[in-house]
Nanobody, 124 residues
Framework: QVQLVESGGGLVQAGGSLRLSCAASGGTFSSYAVGWFRQAPGKEREFVAAILQSGGGTTYADSVKGRFTSSRDNAKNRVYLQMNSLKPEDTAVYYC?????????????????WGQGTQVTVSS
């Protein structure tokens, strides 16, 4: 069973960048696909990005495509979400989640393990 901890959130001005990190422990991290999700106040949790076990497969929500990039370092048991050209509408709590299986999934119900979230606030 894997435990996940996100870090790297904070307050940034529009147009700025942040890099989120998701640190994993307690499992064979390279066996897990990882997804990033976010939830803004009053809104449902939404998919942001996902990366497969080897890191060779990634997919992104249309709203972040071209601005966000997910990568992973299995030797360090970490997945990253590089967020560039941030917009106020990117403000949310960001979660990483993990699942076994090799199929790319964008729906939260397919993910079994979740971190506690990290706040990202983008000011205009």
């Amino acid at each position: 069973q894997v435990q996940l901890v996100e870090s790297g959130g904070g307050l940034v001005q529009a147009g700025g960048s942040l890099r989120l990190s998701c640190a994993a422990s307690g499992g064979t991290f390279s066996s897990y696909a990882v997804g990033w999700f976010r939830q803004a106040p009053g809104k449902e949790r939404e998919f942001v990005a996902a990366i497969l076990q080897s890191g060779g497969g990634t997919t992104y929500a249309d709203s972040v495509k071209g601005r966000f990039t997910s990568s992973r370092d299995n030797a360090k048991n970490r997945v990253y979400l590089q967020m560039n050209s941030l917009k106020p509408e990117d403000t949310a709590v960001y979660y990483c989640a993990a699942r076994l299986g090799t199929v790319m999934r964008t729906m939260s119900r397919y993910y079994d393990y979740w971190g506690q979230g990290t706040q990202v606030t983008v000011s205009s």
